[in-house]
T-cell receptor
Framework: KAGVTQTPRYLIKTRGQQVTLSCSPI?????VSWYQQTPGQGLQFLFE???????NKGNFPGRFSGRQFSNSRSEMNVSTLELGDSALYLC???????????FGQGTRLTVV | EDQVTQSPEALRLQEGESSSLNCSYT??????LFWYRQDPGKGPEFLFT?????EEKEKERLKATLTKKESFLHITAPKPEDSATYLC???????????WGLGTSLAVNP
């Protein structure tokens, strides 16, 4: 059974640019969550989607947005990148909202 | 406010030296407590889910326990391949978001 796939694995962007990250969940999983991980802050929740609807949202500015498609694949977008957005972005999928989540390998974003 | 605190921040053990990691939490109406393992540069790997005080789960050299205020991850006779960061997260009744601790970085020396 294929795991959660995130693309790309690494990304370097310039301040002010925008970026789109992609996540393909485990087959049959309808819930997808996104996290930002930095050494000092740990895992910070961005948002969660279930059946194409955003169910939960973390405390991030509006520059961070996401969406989920009918096949459960999800994308997150960050506009007007800042140096502080450099982080490992993780996607996790689960079969339902209250069950354990399985993570992808993450996308390492570096903003220069 | 829901909160998770893990201790110690870092732990160095000799191979075979058993120990425990702590995860203290405050949450309104615990729905579940989750343990994950994370290797450098990789996503967290799911280990256990605990739902109620008194519950215990085991996997190889790991055993997780839960009380009303904290959870322990016991590591028995660890091996170097157990070296990783161990993360704890809770999900409360009021808000289904997972609240994460900062993790315990475990190093097991051969």
């Amino acid at each position: 059974k294929a795991g959660v796939t995130q693309t790309p694995r690494y990304l370097i962007k310039t301040r002010g640019q925008q970026v789109t990250l992609s996540c393909s969940p485990i087959s049959g999983h309808r819930s997808v969550s996104w996290y930002q991980q930095t050494p000092g802050q740990g895992l910070q929740f961005l948002f969660e989607y279930f059946s194409e609807t955003q169910r939960n949202k973390g405390n991030f500015p509006g520059r961070f947005s996401g969406r989920q498609f009918s096949n459960s694949r999800s994308e997150m977008n960050v506009s007007t990148l800042e140096l502080g957005d450099s982080a490992l972005y993780l996607c996790a999928s689960s079969s339902a909202v209250n069950t354990e989540a399985f993570f992808g390998q993450g996308t390492r974003l570096t903003v220069v | 406010e829901d909160q998770v605190t893990q201790s110690p921040e870092a732990l160095r053990l000799q191979e075979g030296e058993s120990s425990s990691l702590n995860c203290s939490y405050t949450v309104s109406g615990l729905r579940g407590l989750f343990w994950y393992r994370q290797d450098p540069g990789k996503g967290p790997e799911f280990l256990f889910t605990l739902y109620s005080a008194g519950e215990e789960k085991e996997k190889e050299r790991l055993k997780a326990t839960l009380t009303k205020k904290e959870s322990f991850l016991h590591i028995t006779a660890p091996k170097p391949e157990d070296s990783a960061t161990y993360l704890c997260a809770v999900q409360g009744g009021n808000n289904r978001k997972l609240i994460w601790g900062l993790g315990t970085s475990l190093a097991v020396n051969p």
